[in-house]
């Protein structure tokens, strides 16, 4: 998947429906009367006035009807998701959040403005067909839209906005950076810690699960587990008896585990499974989820990842996180020389905010 695709994604599933009018944007400088505008100007939403803004950045106002519908579609959201009633008492802290967002994200979008960044129609509806295709069909689509609270025409706006501010930090961020050898060689030299890969195992087992069983019932299985456990010994693939047998989601590839280390398995299972020889069968062992038996199919003895092995994943690891730090940043930098004036007060919150925070102001890449 396209950083495009990721971030629509994240788009998707974390800003709220937001007013779209072009109005939003204005300043409280002196225009000309409609009348005197052009036609198509006079199209893009009345003028902001002071007494209807939350903010003023850089002399451009931020309009309270889109602060109060990105607030509502927050809560709506966070209700949705959790199937809770939200807490008032933390609406305080969520809407300090949207409006330091909505001044932020205006503060960025000034930037792409005096910038001249923008975004061609060709990549957008390249991005624009990648997200759908996350969706069986359109009309999955367009009910995930409502879902969230958005018409396709005010979606595909705001997909254009978000995509523009990527644009902004890529541009200005992420092709500064830089990581060199010398850097991938000092965090894998200064950090042992995170290349040495402990014992590990391969094993398959067979479940017969006992939840909801009586006493009688569980012997029972416990008898049908041991028959099974002979005819492996006397000869009988492993593999196919769990595919017949084992009532656990593993069964379809014969019990197959994958490879595991110590902390991943439940005690009872893990002592076991690592106290075998490959290719050995276990007496029967029983967990919380049922009585199983195990064959350890690799036995990977603890080890240290080599520098070669581990160059692409420490440069993956150093360029996200410059490239992190660099969007926090630039972003704060902007917003350090910013003209900000909030036009409202919000109480202090009683406690930190648990609902989902503001609209995202820089896109993941």
């Not at 994240?10 to 409280?28: I, M, Q």
């Not at 910038?115 to 509806?125: A, K, M, Q």
């Amino acid at each position: 998947m396209t950083a495009h695709t990721r971030m629509a994604l994240l788009l998707f599933l974390a800003v709220p429906a937001l007013a779209f009018a072009g109005g939003n944007r204005e300043s409280d400088t002196a225009t000309p009367d409609a009348a005197e505008q052009p036609a198509d100007a006079q199209d893009q939403g009345q003028r902001i006035e002071v007494s209807d803004a939350v903010a003023r950045v850089n002399g451009e106002l931020v309009s309270r009807e889109e602060f109060d519908n990105v607030v509502a579609s927050n809560i709506s959201r966070y209700e949705y998701q959790s199937g809770q009633t939200f807490n008032d008492a933390q609406r305080p802290g969520l809407e300090q959040q949207v409006l330091d967002g909505l001044i932020t994200r205006t503060i960025l979008e000034q930037e792409t403005d005096r910038l001249g960044i923008t975004v061609s129609d060709e990549r957008f509806n390249e991005t624009l067909g990648q997200f759908k295709e996350q969706f069986p069909n359109d009309s999955a689509y367009q009910m995930a839209l409502e879902e969230q609270g958005f018409t396709e025409a005010e979606f595909e706006q705001e997909l254009r906005r978000q995509m523009v501010i990527e644009e902004l930090i890529r541009s200005q961020v992420y092709d500064q950076i830089e990581v060199t050898d010398e850097d991938i060689r000092g965090f894998y030299d200064d950090n042992p810690q995170y290349f040495e890969q402990p014992e590990q195992v391969a094993a398959r087992h067979i479940i017969l699960t006992t939840q909801d069983v009586d006493d009688a019932g569980r012997e029972e299985l416990r008898a049908q587990l041991e028959d099974i456990r002979q005819q492996i010994v006397d000869g009988a693939d492993f593999a196919e008896m769990a595919r017949e047998y084992s009532q656990g989601p593993s069964a379809e590839n014969g019990g197959d585990l994958g490879t595991f280390g110590r902390g991943q398995m439940v005690p009872e299972f893990e002592q076991v499974a690592f106290s075998l020889d490959v290719g050995e069968v276990s007496d029967i062992v029983e967990t919380q989820f049922g009585y199983h038996i195990v064959q350890v199919t690799e036995r990977i003895p603890a080890q240290t990842q080599s520098f070669e092995d581990s160059r692409d994943r420490i440069q993956q690891f150093l360029t996200e996180e410059a490239r992190n730090r660099g969007a926090q940043e630039y972003v704060r930098g902007l917003r350090d020389t910013a003209e900000v004036e909030q036009l409202i007060e919000i109480d202090a919150p009683a406690a930190p905010a648990q609902a989902p925070q503001g609209p995202e102001v820089a896109p993941a890449n």
